[in-house]
């Protein structure tokens, strides 16, 4: 059985921009290479046709395709984790299908919302998402991309364990 793993979303949506200079991609990519060596033991693959997992010190892959959440979550059951993280922007290409997987999985899962605010449904499947949870309750965070302190904080305390 394994820690943490976090699948990151590297969709085509995630080249979209946050602000001016910065894509979603790339706020998510300063985060990871913060909060990523004071984590030891957490897993990272990204996720989009496929799933790429990634080695220590590895960045994210440049945004393409579509996101096939499903995959992501099929390719981690098989490592055991007892908790998932999931970044994305709650768009997946078959959400019956992630459903499906997530459940499957048998263990926490937590996801952090990092799209439009304003997009109710991608939020909502999110929260569903993380109410497919064993093994103690996953939560489901909304994320603003524009402030990068904010999600890299949440992220350390998903990674550091359950509310108590």
């Known amino acids: 059985m394994s820690g943490a793993i976090i699948l990151a979303d590297t969709s085509g949506s995630m080249a979209f921009p946050v602000t001016a200079d910065k894509r979603r991609i790339d ?31 590895q960045i994210l892959p440049e945004p393409s ?18 908790h998932v993280i999931v970044v994305s922007d709650g768009e997946p290409n078959d959400k019956t299908a992630a459903i499906a997987a997530a459940r499957a999985l048998g263990c926490r899962i937590s996801t952090y919302y990092c ?16 109410l497919c949870s064993r093994h103690g309750v ?26 108590r």
């Open 138 to 163: 996953g939560r489901a965070l909304l994320g603003d991309l524009r402030k990068p302190e904010k999600l890299a904080g949440e992220l350390r305390l998903l990674l550091a364990g359950p509310s």
């Open 65 to 82: 395709g579509s996101t096939a959440l499903h995959l992501a979550l099929e390719h981690v059951r098989a490592m055991q984790p007892e």
């Open 115 to 130: 799209g439009e605010e304003s997009n109710r449904a991608a939020t909502s499947f999110l929260r569903t998402l993380a």
């Open 27 to 57: 706020v998510l990519r300063t985060i990871l290479a913060t909060i990523l060596p004071a984590a030891p033991g957490t897993a990272l693959a990204a996720f989009s046709d496929a799933v790429v997992p990634l080695e220590p010190g």
